[in-house]
């Protein structure tokens, strides 16, 4: 049993398989495409440690005051309102979203004067220093590894008043 196609039917059939074979040539490209942006937005939405992961802080030093452990306790001079371990507990879990290179740049400008933060871990031998910068919607940070962080919190989170 023959089917006999005009002209017009051989066309169809034709574009057709060109269509198939499109779609089964590209099939693997469309899934990497369909699970790539999952993956990405993990790895550009994923948060940067200020600090080394298994570090623990044992002094810290800020512009204004000075932290340190005593005794297994935290002692704060001067002496502040709240928990001295509290603010060495934020100073140790911050996070933040990377930086990159081209919004730094654009962000130069409004830059002002920068606050440095030492940070001594148990860990290492030197101190890690941390440059701050606040801006008005969120304050840039230089990582341990050097990356700049952009984190939104009080002042009063990361500076004691």
């Known amino acids: 049993m023959a089917i006999k196609l005009s002209r017009r039917g051989w066309n169809n059939v034709i574009i057709i398989a060109v269509i ?3 779609a089964v040539v590209q ?5 990497r495409q369909r699970q790539a942006p999952v993956e990405q937005a993990e790895s550009d939405t994923s ?3 200020l600090l080394p992961e298994p570090a623990q802080i044992t002094k810290l030093y800020l512009p204004h005051h000075t932290f340190t452990l005593q005794e297994s306790h935290w002692v704060a001079e001067p002496a502040i309102n709240v928990s001295p371990k ?3 507990d934020n100073w ?3 996070s933040g979203t990377v930086v990159g290179d081209e919004m ?3 962000l130069k400008s409004q830059l002002g004067t920068p606050r440095t933060v030492e940070i ?3 860990s290492l031998e030197e101190p890690v220093r941390v440059t701050v910068y606040q801006l008005p919607q969120f304050w840039l940070l ?3 590894q050097g990356a700049w962080l952009a984190i939104s919190v009080e002042e009063s989170y990361l500076f004691p008043l």
């Not at 099939?27 to 899934?31: A, N, S």
């Open 20 to 22: 198939l074979f499109i």
């Open 27 to 31: 099939f693997p490209e469309l899934i």
């Open 47 to 49: 948060l940067q440690s």
């Open 86 to 88: 509290v603010v060495v």
């Open 92 to 94: 140790q879990s911050i």
């Open 104 to 106: 730094m740049a654009q």
């Open 120 to 122: 001594w871990l148990q």
């Open 142 to 144: 230089q990582s341990w």
